[in-house]
Nanobody, 124 residues
Framework: QVQLVESGGGLVQAGGSLRLSCAAS????????IGWFRQRPGKEREFVAA????????YRDDSVKGRFTISRDNSKNTVYLQMSSLTPEDTAVYFC?????????????????WGQGTQVTVSS
């Protein structure tokens, strides 16, 4: 049974940093991609970043890429999202999800397994 558990969310002031973690278990192959997504209040879920087992990554857009860094520790089956220079617009529930593919695409579709999410709140 695949399980994804997010952690590291919380309340931070604008300009601050947070590191989110996504611990994966139960995956039967190393050929997988894990993505980070977020759902802001009143908005649809959106892609943030993703990385495959080999370390290839994609980001939502340049504004995110310059402030967020996705990385993974294969020995721990854990993917991290380091977020810096946070703004109130980054306030959202952040989810991680996994799919069995090495193709990293900036999309919310195609992910088979989802975590329950972690709340990130950025105060102004």
């Amino acid at each position: 049974q695949v399980q994804l558990v997010e952690s590291g969310g919380g309340l931070v002031q604008a300009g601050g940093s947070l590191r989110l973690s996504c611990a994966a278990s139960g995956l039967t192959s190393s050929m997988y991609t894990i993505g980070w997504f977020r759902q802001r209040p009143g908005k649809e879920r959106e892609f943030v970043a993703a990385v495959n087992w080999g370390g290839s990554s994609r980001y939502r857009d340049d504004s995110v890429k310059g402030r967020f860094t996705i990385s993974r520790d294969n020995s721990k089956n854990t993917v991290y999202l380091q977020m810096s220079s946070l703004t109130p617009e980054d306030t959202a529930v952040y989810f991680c999800a996994a799919r069995y593919t090495m193709v990293v695409v900036p999309s919310t579709s195609g992910y088979d397994y989802w975590g329950q999410g972690t709340q990130v709140t950025v105060s102004s």
